[in-house]
T-cell receptor
């Protein structure tokens, strides 16, 4: 399977702390994306990092990508209660992939306590 | 507003009954996707379409059918052959083809289907 796998499955922190989630995948990729899902809602795209990039920032989000280890991390700095959600990584596949499809992991459930 | 709309939000189905979930997008996206999400699970791909009048099976297509008669619309029918249809269904779209493939996906708000 080319599915990404997030780690940890669940993360519970206090407001103001940083939250780090990791994603590992199995095959070479063109890009890796992170999505957020509030309970009972659709997914919202957060950030995309290409295979030739090592780090990317967007507001309080920082994503790193290590293609040699086939892994990525998502760091949310200064967490807020509103950051409580599930976070998913999604990968494409570099070669032989079905055009445009993404492979999702099971997600990390982040809970931020006030 | 541009976006992707799923309806209904909640759907109840009797056993043996077919039901159709609607998905419409006005983003002018070529690619559309249907995913199924079960508690504690990731998203599993049911069907996808890269262009009008063409679609492909995903990983769990059995018991489902789709059509893509218009670029904007990609309805999913859950048939009586689907033995365990209770789940949260998500539709997504993306620019999807050629050099613009593997760009971000836009998701609808989901349909929660329950068999009663």
């Amino acid at each position: 399977s080319q599915q990404g796998e997030e780690d940890p499955q669940a993360l519970s922190i206090q407001e103001g702390e940083n939250a780090t989630m990791n994603c590992s995948y199995k095959t070479s990729i063109n890009n890796l994306q992170w999505y957020r899902q509030n309970s009972g809602r659709g997914l919202v795209h957060l950030i995309l990092i290409r295979s030739n990039e090592r780090e990317k920032h967007s507001g309080r989000l920082r994503v790193t990508l290590d293609t040699s280890k086939k892994s990525s991390s998502l760091l949310i700095t200064a967490s807020r209660a509103a950051d409580t959600a599930s976070y998913f990584c999604a990968t494409d596949a570099d070669r032989g992939s079905t055009l445009g499809r993404l492979y999702f992991g099971r997600g990390t459930q982040l809970t931020v306590w006030p | 507003d541009g976006g992707i709309t799923q309806s209904p939000k909640y759907l109840f189905r009797k056993e043996g009954q077919n039901v159709t979930l609607s998905c419409e997008q006005n983003l002018n996206h070529d690619a559309m996707y249907w995913y199924r999400q079960d508690p504690g699970q990731g998203l599993r791909l049911i069907y996808y379409s890269q262009i009008v009048n063409d679609f492909q099976k995903g990983d769990i297509a059995e018991g489902y059918s789709v059509s893509r008669e218009k670029k904007e619309s990609f309805p999913l029918t859950v048939t009586s052959a689907q033995k365990n249809p209770t789940a949260f269904y998500l539709c997504a779209s993306s620019m999807g083809t050629g050099r613009r493939r593997n760009t971000e996906a836009f998701f609808g708000q989901g349909t929660r289907l329950t068999v009663v």
